[in-house]
């Protein structure tokens, strides 16, 4: 079952010579931030726990909980850590901050997930890490795992004082969900008024938990177009419409509609669920808005994102944004010209 090779890499038991680079990027302050093995990290570590488990089967390596090295072209650059036992699996995943932003890890880890759920038995795999280390969060989203809970002021920090953890996990049939979700482009996008007949099926709808502090989840949503906040001395007018692909919910819009006092369009919301991100969902909807909104005869649109890792300003960017230099509650202001 060992090694695993994917397109990129291949993922193998370590070895006595991978100790001193496994150590060196062990005691890189930014590989080691959000991780709690013990520093400074020594060759002998390594070394020590090889050796104790030179005579094990890979069965036996696995069950104990072990650390498989990431190599790209030949070079480590990273290692994933695996144990399973009686069907319950953990994950982790650590690289080098040279072959970090580069896919390699969700790579690996989506090689690791599978083996699990096909050859090794599990019917859950679980990962856990520090609450703001959002990469590692991105990466289980990327193979299929959600977000089941913050456990607060329960883990022992280096400093001697007490950190939290956040605890990601999927079980087979999630994965089996997961790797069977439609991932082309759709054939078909429409725009699909909300009201009681619906309303509770697009509030379903989720992005993955990173993105929330980026995307307001539904309920956050629906509680704004309920309670609409007075801006310009008058309450915005909330204009809603669900996002279908393909005849399945994959999304929502909103906007604050042009009024006497609110007389340019603002993008005020837009997520896509997680199932169906990735797949030009997003683009095509606001296309069919911006449609409709020239016909109603707006010629611009403002709307605004916060910056920072996983930010929307690429997405908005390429579909002609531009931003004003204007910053509100914290967030960058753009104009696009339809």
């Known amino acids: 079952m060992l090694p695993l090779t994917t397109e990129r890499l291949l993922i193998r038991l370590m070895r006595p010579d991978d100790a001193a680079r496994v150590t060196a990027y062990r005691n890189d302050p930014e590989v080691a931030r959000y991780q709690d093995w013990p520093l400074p990290f020594t060759e002998e570590m390594v070394s020590e726990r090889l050796t104790a488990r030179a005579d094990s089967s890979v069965e036996d390596h696995l069950a104990g909980g072990t650390n498989l090295v990431i190599e790209a072209d030949g070079v480590p650059v990273g290692d994933v850590y695996v144990r399973v036992n009686d069907g319950l699996a953990e994950v982790g995943w650590t690289l080098t901050p040279s072959a970090q932003g580069r896919g390699y890890a969700s790579e690996a880890a989506d090689a690791l997930v599978h083996l699990l759920f096909t050859q090794l038995g599990a019917h859950r795999v679980e990962a856990s890490m520090h609450p703001d280390n959002i990469a590692s969060a991105r990466v289980g989203e990327a193979v299929g795992m959600t977000f089941e809970a913050l456990t607060r002021m329960n883990f022992p920090s280096r400093d001697g004082g007490w950190e939290g953890d956040l605890r990601y996990a999927m079980l087979r049939t999630d ?104 797949r030009g969902i997003g683009a095509t909807a606001l296309g069919l808005v911006f449609d409709q909104l020239r016909d109603e ?36 202001v753009a104009r696009i010209t339809l």
């Open 175 to 278: 994965w089996e969900a997961w790797i069977s979700r439609p991932r082309h482009r759709p054939s078909d996008v429409i725009l699909v008024p909300l009201g009681p007949h619906n309303a509770a099926t697009y509030r379903r709808l989720a992005t993955h938990r990173s993105q929330e502090r980026l995307v307001a989840p539904m309920r956050a949503s629906y509680e704004a177009a309920l309670f609409p906040e007075v801006y310009d001395g008058a309450p915005v007018v909330p204009w809603m419409r669900g996002i279908e692909a393909d005849g399945e919910p994959a999304g929502f819009v909103m906007l604050a509609a042009v009024t006497e006092h609110h007389p340019e369009p603002y993008l005020w919301r837009l997520l896509i669920d997680r199932r169906h991100q990735r």
């Open 297 to 332: 005869g707006s010629s611009t649109v403002m709307t605004s994102w916060e910056e920072g890792p996983g930010s929307p300003r690429p997405f908005y960017v390429g579909l002609g944004f531009v931003p004003t230099g204007d910053i509100e509650d914290g967030e960058t």
